[in-house]
């Protein structure tokens, strides 16, 4: 079933912020369930074009929002296709145990995948003390102002948020199974602007030159680590992207010298540690620094049961434990992390996520699917212990 749902999503093109009919398909999918004492609860929203669709079962009768609740989030939503694909990329076309299309990998299969385990779990079994749902959103490859965030604030307001949730991106690297990410890096852009004072070259003394001022401090700047990570993190390291000055010519210093950069951050930095350590290089050099922080850097530690369980269903699955994972960009995981949401990011490998001739392996997607099942029953078994 994952297989002929992962076809049907992508043959809609869905590429940001269209949704094409796809939420309409899963809730069918959902309401011909056919399990006793189950209800269920949709909650859609739709901004500036953006959809987003919440499906919640829980026992019947049971107390909304007193249980232990997990969820399955994700995006479905892709990039465009660019040209020169091998075969049409919305034609789902299935080729020597591969298939083929945008957003095979990123992120249709973990849709599929999971939306076919809660099917098949909940008709083998109803839900007695725990409640399901999922969280997608057509906006996650965009700016992602109206999609999981806005959900999670209303879900926040009906007293709805889960307890845990896993998102089902791409995240392997060789085969589904390989890796988890149990957090992310931040990310905060900045740009360093060195002031000098424009003259002709033939009097320097009559110049500042701020690309003589930067020279002997640009190497505790460029590609230093900020601090030394943990057992969780990568050092943050401060990575310059662009820098530029003067008007390309030999005959005239320039105004002022302009850097960008990034630092991908573990939470042993910030943007004063930032701040405080560009003071201490810079000293007194005349200068402007402006740091914004794009996301906060997150963590669910490796001793939580959403962790530990889900590794363990990974072990049994793939005979070998994932490793832990914190590298990468940013991803909608955050968001559940920033509303308190213990959250991990499982799904197939993603070695062609945004390419061309992106394609997944139907193998790594019916494993996904497998790996769901079994980690739904044991969520189902013992859900207090994942509040
Ligand atoms: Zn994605």
């Not at 749902?133 to 999670?152: A, F, H, Q, V």
Request: aromatic letters at 8%.
């Amino acid at each position: 079933m994952p297989l002929a749902l992962l076809k049907d999503l992508v043959k809609l093109p869905s590429i940001t912020p269209q949704e094409c009919g796809i939420y309409t398909m899963i809730k069918e999918k959902f309401s011909q369930i056919q399990t006793p004492l189950l209800e269920s609860l949709v909650i859609e929203q739709e901004n500036n074009g953006v959809k987003n669709l919440f499906y919640l079962f829980y026992p019947k009768g049971a107390d909304i929002g007193a249980l232990p609740h997990l969820c399955f989030a994700g995006h479905i939503d892709v990039v465009p296709t660019g040209e020169n694909w091998q075969y049409e990329p919305f034609s789902a076309k299935e080729v020597d145990g591969y298939i083929y299309g945008r957003g095979t990998q990123d992120m249709k299969s973990g849709v599929s995948a999971f939306v076919s385990a809660i099917c098949q779990s909940l008709e083998s079994q109803s839900l007695e003390n725990c409640m399901l749902s999922i969280l997608l959103t057509s906006d996650e490859e965009g700016d992602g102002i109206y999609g999981t965030k806005i959900m999670l604030e209303t879900l926040q307001k009906r007293h709805l948020l889960p307890h845990c949730c896993i998102v089902a991106e791409p995240t392997s690297t060789h085969h589904t199974g390989d890796t988890i990410k149990i957090g992310r890096r931040g990310s905060i852009n900045g740009t360093l602007i060195i002031e000098g004072k424009q003259g002709h070259v033939a009097y320097p003394q009559k110049c500042l030159n701020p690309i003589e001022l930067l020279g002997s401090k640009l190497g505790l700047l460029a590609g230093v680590n900020l601090d030394n990570g943990n057992s969780y993190f990568e050092p943050s390291k401060l990575v310059i992207t662009d820098i530029r000055g003067g008007m390309e010519v030999v005959n005239v210093t320039p105004q002022n010298l302009k850097i960008m950069f990034n630092v991908r951050n573990s939470p042993l930095s910030n943007e004063d540690s930032i701040r405080n350590y560009i003071e201490g290089v810079l000293d007194t050099l005349p200068y402007t620094l402006t740091l914004k922080t794009s996301s906060l850097p997150f963590i669910t530690e490796s001793n939580t049961e959403l962790v530990k369980s889900l590794n363990a269903v990974i072990e049994t699955k793939v005979g070998k434990k994932a490793e832990l994972s914190t590298s990468g960009g940013t991803s909608d995981a955050r968001f559940f992390s920033a509303f308190g949401v213990k959250v991990v990011e499982l799904g197939v490998p993603n070695d062609r996520i945004h390419a061309i001739n992106e394609r997944v392996k139907i193998d790594d997607i019916l494993i996904l699917h497998d790996i769901f099942i079994d980690f739904l029953a044991i969520f189902k078994k013992s859900a207090r212990k994942f509040v």
